[in-house]
């Protein structure tokens, strides 16, 4: 990826990195997102993952507040785990960022994670407008992945006392706890966010007993 494709973002913490000019743009959720879980999660878990990392900013950001976290990361984009990798050597973060898909992993060995995060494409396909540029479009869109192929990936790789953190947009939230049910899972608070045109929920949820 060469540099006039990429821009430069800010991190609260005062360092740089880079994200791809053709990926969806870094909103003021990433930051919220990683809150949420830095202030939910007071006992430092051992292992997380990551699904669908882009550029490796909301592990990035993680690694840097709770360094003794392993934290691995994947993303079905060659050129994204390309740029993860260099962001993390630019604030000297250690991340395993690798290429898989979540829909048919090969490289995601552990079934035991600690936590398992992701800020997974929002929208159904047919609910909003597709961007021509295919980066944008699979990172927004649900075109290589779905809810569904999410919460099976989390329900295969969790640890039994695990936990789960995923963003969607708000408009999602029927659809999301009726998937809960499905899955098992049960949700132990829900955050909403709103910015100037929508509105956001972060569930954090567990394996329910059965």
Avoid at 56 to 80: P, R
């Amino acid at each position: 990826m060469n540099k006039q494709d990429l821009t430069p973002v800010l991190l609260p913490f005062g360092s740089t990195i880079y994200q791809s000019s053709n990926g969806q743009p870094i909103t003021t959720d990433t930051s919220d997102f990683v809150q949420t879980i830095l202030n939910n999660e007071k006992n430092d878990p051992k292992k997380i993952l990551e699904l669908g990392t882009g550029n490796g900013i909301i592990s990035l950001m993680l690694s840097h507040y709770k360094s003794n976290w392993e934290i691995a990361a994947f993303d079905i984009l060659e050129n994204l785990i390309d740029l993860a990798n260099k962001n993390a050597v630019e604030i000297s973060q250690n991340i395993n960022f690798f290429v898989d898909d979540i829909k048919n992993p090969q490289n995601i060995i552990d079934e035991n994670y600690d936590l398992i995060i992701g800020n997974p494409p929002y929208f159904q396909l047919g609910k909003t407008r597709i961007s021509p540029i295919y980066e944008r479009a699979v990172s927004r869109n649900e075109i290589l992945c779905n809810m569904d192929d999410v919460l099976n990936l989390v329900k295969n790789k969790l640890a039994e006392n695990g936990k789960s953190y995923l963003i969607y947009p708000k408009s999602r939230l029927e659809e999301f706890q009726e998937k809960m049910q499905y899955y098992k899972f049960k949700i132990l608070n829900l955050t909403i966010l709103k910015n100037t045109k929508k509105s956001f929920f972060i569930a954090e949820f567990i394996n329910a007993k059965i």
